[in-house]
C-alpha cells in the first residue's frame, strides 16, 4: 500500500480479526438510554452525557459495576439483536473480517431473561452481518467467575440444547469478571466438560491476577488462548512459554489504561512481547466503556510504542493466527495482509 497513505487508513486497511471483545461491553451510553426508553426501565443518570461521565474507573471492578448496571437494559431479543448490529456495523467500518464474540448469559439469565433471548437475539445480527457483508463470527458464551462453578454448570446445562441451533457460530467458551480471588481452579470441572464437548477454551488470566493464574488458565483449564495475559511478563519463564507454545494473548491496551493495569500506554509491555516473539493481538475488550474500537487501540498503540507499520501488519496477522478460523480462511487473509504490507 502507498506508504502515505495515514496511518489511521492504513490500520482500517490490515484484514483484521477481534478476538477478546464483550457483546455487553458495546452499549454505548446513546443505546442504554434508547433501551432503558423503549424497555421502562429507569436509569440512575439524567443524561447520555452524565452516565458517559460516570466512566471513571480505578480498577476493573469499579468498572463491572458499571457494565452490569448498563447491560440491565437489555430485556428483549431485538435488544440483543441492536446491541450485536451496532458491534457490527462499528467492526466492518475498522476492517474487522471476523470477531470472536463473548456474551456472558448469567448476566441475563439472573435478571430473569431467558437464555434463548441472549443466544437468538446476538446470532440472529451475526448471521445478518455476515449475509450482508461477509463478516464472520463466533461466539465465546463465558463464565462469570465471581459466581459459582455450580452456576457455571447450570449455565452450560441451559445453554448445551440450544447447540443444535447455534452451534455453527457457538464454538467456544470463555471465563470473566472479577479475577483476584477467583483463580482458574476454581472452574477446572466445568471447563473439563467443555472440552469433553468440544469447545475451544479461552480465559481471562494475568489482567488484575498474578502471572500464575495464567500458568494455571493453561494447565488447569486448558485455555488456548489468554484474555489480557499483560501479567505474564513478571514471570519470564512464562513468557518464554508462551513464545515456545504461541500461545495467543488477546491484549487491549485502551481497556488496560483505563482500568489502570497500567499508567501510560508508553509503557505497555506489549511491544516487548512483539519485539521477543510473543503471539500478541490488539482487541478492543468493552470498547463503550475504554474510549475506543479495535481501530482506535491500534493507532493508540502504533503512536505511543512507535510500533512500525510492519510490525501493525504482524499484529493484524496475529489476530487471524489466533482466531479459531478454519486453515483456508486463516490462509486467505494472511495473504491479504502480506499484499496490504508490502
Ligand atoms: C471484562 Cl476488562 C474485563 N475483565 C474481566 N471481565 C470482563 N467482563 C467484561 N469486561
Ligand atoms: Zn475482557
Not at 456474551?103 to 450482508?132: K, L, N, W
Not at 467458551?173 to 469433553?196: Q, T, Y
Not at 505497555?268 to 490488539?282: E, K, S
Request: proline letters at 4%; glycine letters at 6%; a negative charge.
Amino acid at each position: 500500500m502507498n506508504p502515505v497513505v495515514n496511518l489511521d487508513d492504513y490500520i482500517k486497511a490490515l484484514p483484521k480479526t477481534e478476538l477478546h471483545v464483550h457483546i455487553e461491553g458495546t452499549l454505548e451510553p446513546e443505546l442504554i438510554f434508547e433501551l432503558a426508553q423503549r424497555n421502562n426501565v429507569s436509569l440512575p443518570y439524567a443524561s447520555v452525557q452524565a452516565l458517559r461521565e460516570a466512566y471513571a474507573f480505578t480498577n476493573l471492578q469499579s468498572f463491572l459495576d458499571l457494565y452490569y448496571a448498563g447491560a440491565s437494559v437489555l430485556i428483549t431479543e431485538q435488544d440483543f439483536y441492536d446491541m450485536t448490529m451496532a458491534y457490527l456495523q462499528r467492526a466492518h467500518a475498522d476492517g474487522v473480517c471476523h470477531a470472536e464474540i463473548m456474551f456472558d448469559p448469567q448476566t441475563h439469565t439472573e435478571r430473569g431473561i431467558a437464555i434463548e433471548t441472549v443466544f437468538s437475539g446476538i446470532a440472529r445480527a451475526v448471521r445478518d452481518m455476515q449475509a450482508r457483508t461477509g463478516l464472520t463470527s463466533y461466539l465465546l458464551m463465558s463464565f462469570l467467575r465471581h459466581l459459582s462453578e455450580e452456576a457455571a454448570f447450570e449455565t452450560l446445562n441451559a445453554a448445551l440444547p440450544l447447540r443444535e441451533a447455534y452451534g455453527d457460530i457457538w464454538v467456544g467458551i470463555g471465563l470473566d469478571s472479577s479475577e483476584l480471588g477467583n483463580p482458574p481452579e476454581k472452574f477446572a470441572r466445568v471447563f473439563e466438560r467443555c472440552r469433553e464437548l468440544g469447545f475451544r477454551l479461552v480465559a481471562h488470566a494475568g489482567e488484575e491476577g498474578p502471572a500464575h493464574y495464567v500458568r494455571d488458565a493453561l494447565d488447569v483449564l486448558h485455555a488456548e488462548r489468554i484474555d489480557h495475559g499483560v501479567r505474564s511478563a513478571d514471570d519470564p519463564a512464562l513468557v518464554q512459554r508462551l513464545i515456545e507454545e504461541q500461545i495467543p494473548l488477546t491484549v487491549c491496551p485502551l481497556s488496560n489504561l483505563k482500568l489502570c493495569v497500567v499508567d501510560d500506554l508508553a509503557k505497555h509491555n506489549l511491544a516487548d512481547f512483539l519485539r521477543q516473539g510473543v503471539l500478541v493481538t490488539i482487541n478492543a475488550d468493552d470498547p463503550a466503556y475504554f474510549g475506543g474500537y479495535v481501530a482506535d487501540n491500534y493507532l493508540a498503540v502504533a503512536k505511543a510504542l512507535k510500533l512500525s507499520r510492519n510490525e501493525l501488519a504482524q499484529l493484524a496477522d496475529n489476530s487471524i493466527i489466533a482466531s479459531f478460523l478454519p486453515i483456508g480462511r486463516k490462509a486467505a487473509l494472511r495473504a491479504r495482509v502480506r499484499a496490504i504490507a508490502q
